[in-house]
């Protein structure tokens, strides 16, 4: 028996046909696979979209539409990982941080302001105010990185320790 090469049809308007015996999308071999037909509507501008897509890939419409339905499936998939809610939680987490810097971080700055005018007048320390203001930024930067470390360092641990043994 043999089987009959039939030429693919295309819905999309103005698309060339793939050559004759060509399988449509560039696969060959055991990676074709025949899609099942299923019938469905969607609204113009998606379908504009697919029919887009299908020109400027050399696809047909059916392919086009198999290939976004392919998307969405990963990205439902994708999101199925992610609790609904959870994106939520840390939305309002960052918020919450975005707000205590807010709260703290303008005193912060002005503290260090306030105390390196104050030692200058005082004339106890021997560099103007400029000076002793680079001196508190460097110092406190250097002591943000020093506890952020151990900080990330302490969050590693718990959450190792929290690990099942047979993942580690």
């Not at 039939?6 to 308007?13: C, E, G, L, Q, W």
Request: with cysteine; glycine share 12%.
């Amino acid at each position: 028996m043999n089987p009959r090469v039939r030429s693919p049809k295309t819905t999309v308007p103005g698309q060339k046909h793939p050559a004759k015996g060509q399988p449509v999308g560039g696969e060959t071999g055991a990676g074709v696979s025949r899609l099942c037909l299923i019938s469905l509507k969607v609204d113009a501008a998606l379908r504009n979209e697919i029919d887009a897509y299908a020109e400027v890939h050399g696809l047909t419409r059916s392919r086009a539409a198999n290939h976004y339905l392919a998307i969405a499936r990963e990205t439902i998939r994708e999101r199925e990982g992610v609790p609904g809610g959870r994106a939520d939680e840390l939305m309002e987490a960052v918020d919450g941080l975005r707000a205590a810097i807010d709260i703290l971080g303008p005193p912060t700055f002005g503290m260090l302001r306030l105390l390196a005018h104050w030692s200058t007048q005082g004339g106890g320390v021997k560099v103007n105010e400029d000076e002793l203001l680079a001196e508190l930024r460097t110092v406190g930067g250097d002591e943000w990185e020093q506890a952020m470390a151990e900080a990330e360092r302490d969050l590693h641990q718990t959450s190792g320790a929290t690990e099942p043994q047979g993942r580690r």
